[in-house]
């Protein structure tokens, strides 16, 4: 069982930030963030998620193209912005994730429903071990899904199988900037015990 | 920073399992494991999970028999399994979870892909916050979605706006029972820094 403080950095304390403060956020932080995500469990190991980082102001510039004005302000000022996709064709890896059953791959081609609901139940899955995993480094995240779905895509993901899902914005937060926090749903009005 | 003890137990020696120790899980642990997962963030603070814990012998027969054959012998021997469901009407609760924006119902009420997309996007995100936050409390979870949807919905959430989204065996696993662990993509096979 995690500690106090840890279960402090993950939940009962953590908050969604507007404001950051001017710390960067490196490549290897990136790539160590990943290589926690990763580990989160997804039906049949299909781990959907495909994520850009948003680091340079080119790139920066596409992506405040496509969000919704009230997220530009505080996505401008983020030093990294992960745009969380979802690969539509990842049912063509599992050869290589699930290779105890050859017959995974046919579970899913050709049956767009189902395709469509394994990968944004799976990918948001991995979003939510994203946030998780952000926050066990020390960074801080908002995400967010107020952006324009089609010129995102066409943006980043033109000529593949992966779309948006949400964005997060990573870093350090300016806890000046936060607003109050919001309630939550008692235990009774959201869970019951059969 | 989590420490390195923490990390494993979070993700990186974390396994979903398919065997489980005769340890009970109490109500007590449930609720813990409530009052931290309901603080992951999710859009406009709509919290659209809806948690029926199943544990009494009664609930966990109406239960497998929704399973498929493949997940009915574990989830058997589990103390207890969540069924992770959604509500389709969160939009109702948006006064009392987003007061400071009286607008936010009309954003949804009427949408019907926008309640469909937002519902399943943020009660999967809060999903990975309860696996999350069950291994921070020290239980081993087992997230499945091979299930009849149909069957379970008019077994748990008959007559009202609540849909299944997937399910989740918690308790204290069995590692004798474990598989080999499946690989993860790369990297660079899954995200790319710009």
């Not at 990943?34 to 989160?40: C, E, H, I, Q, S």
């Not at 000022?77 to 890896?93: H, L, R």
């Not at 105890?100 to 791959?105: G, M, V």
């Amino acid at each position: 069982m995690l500690n106090d403080t840890a279960l402090q950095t993950l939940f009962t304390e953590a908050r969604t930030h507007n404001g950051w403060r001017d710390k960067p956020v490196t490549d290897e932080q990136l790539k160590q963030l990943y290589d926690l995500l990763k580990w989160g469990p997804t039906s049949a190991n299909c781990s959907p998620v495909r994520i850009v980082f948003v680091k340079s102001p080119e790139a920066k510039e596409k992506l405040l193209a496509c969000m919704n004005a009230g997220n530009i302000e505080k996505t401008k000022s983020a030093p990294v912005t992960a745009i969380i996709g979802m690969d539509m064709e990842f049912y063509e890896k599992l050869p290589q994730l699930f290779p105890h059953n050859p017959d995974a791959r046919s579970w899913f081609a050709g049956n767009q429903p189902n395709i469509e609901t394994t990968a944004m139940r799976n990918s948001s899955l991995q979003g939510g071990y994203f946030i998780m995993a952000a926050r066990a480094l020390g960074l801080d995240c908002a995400p967010m899904s107020g952006f324009n779905a089609d010129k995102m895509n066409e943006a980043f993901f033109k000529g593949t199988p992966v779309k948006a899902n949400f964005v997060c914005s990573i870093g350090y937060g300016d806890t000046s900037k936060l607003h109050p926090r919001g309630p939550r749903l008692a235990f009774e009005d959201a869970c019951r015990i059969e």
